[in-house]
């Protein structure tokens, strides 16, 4: 493929989050309905889109980060209701797309671990590739996802090999937090 693509997420609107925006009466609360996952076109000519490919993936997706890796065009999908939330999916052909690899807490051992209260999901992702002359050598040469967990913090995990994510580490708080002398959130 060559061009510029638009990846849109199909994330439904659950019902009780929104009030009605008519006013019919009854229920006060709807749900626009979606088929989930994500929907793809080709926006190379952005007055004349196409679309590529629609309803890949079977659960919501609340956000997606699309990098390059050589030759290759990778998406990071975040997945809404599993525990396992990493999606990573091959968009090279995306009228074909093909999901390469899922991970999650449960995968990484000892992660989110230090967290009693609050919200463990996964919100944003953001994927970086660092030159071979980084300054920092842990990452010379490598791709690396950060994943932006709600009260869990900041999770690193290194996709210099798509089909298989690493671990690198999370964020770790103090309990008591220092500043407000209450458990971490």
């Not at 290759?72 to 797309?97: E, G």
């Amino acid at each position: 493929f060559s061009g510029e693509i638009l990846v849109v997420t199909n994330e439904p609107c659950f019902q009780g989050f929104f009030p009605k925006l008519n006013s019919r009466g009854g229920n006060p609360f709807f749900v626009l309905p979606s088929q989930g996952g994500v929907a793809i076109y080709d926006v190379t000519n952005p007055l004349k889109p196409r679309t590529l490919k629609k309803n890949f993936l079977n659960f919501p997706v609340h956000n997606t980060f699309i990098y390059q890796q050589d030759d290759n065009a990778y998406m990071l999908a975040v997945d809404d209701v599993n525990a396992r939330d990493v999606h990573i999916v091959d968009i090279t052909k995306p009228w074909s797309p093909r999901e390469i690899a899922v991970t999650g807490a449960p995968d990484w051992p000892g992660t989110i671990d230090n967290i009693g209260v609050g919200e463990v999901f996964l919100h944003d992702v953001w994927v970086e590739s660092y030159p071979s002359d980084n300054p920092v050598a842990a990452y010379a040469d490598k791709t690396i996802a950060y994943l932006s967990y709600w009260d869990a913090g900041l999770v690193l995990l290194d996709i210099t090999d798509p089909t298989a994510p690493v671990f690198l580490g999370d964020s770790d708080y103090l309990d008591p937090d220092p500043l407000s002398d209450q458990p971490p959130e």
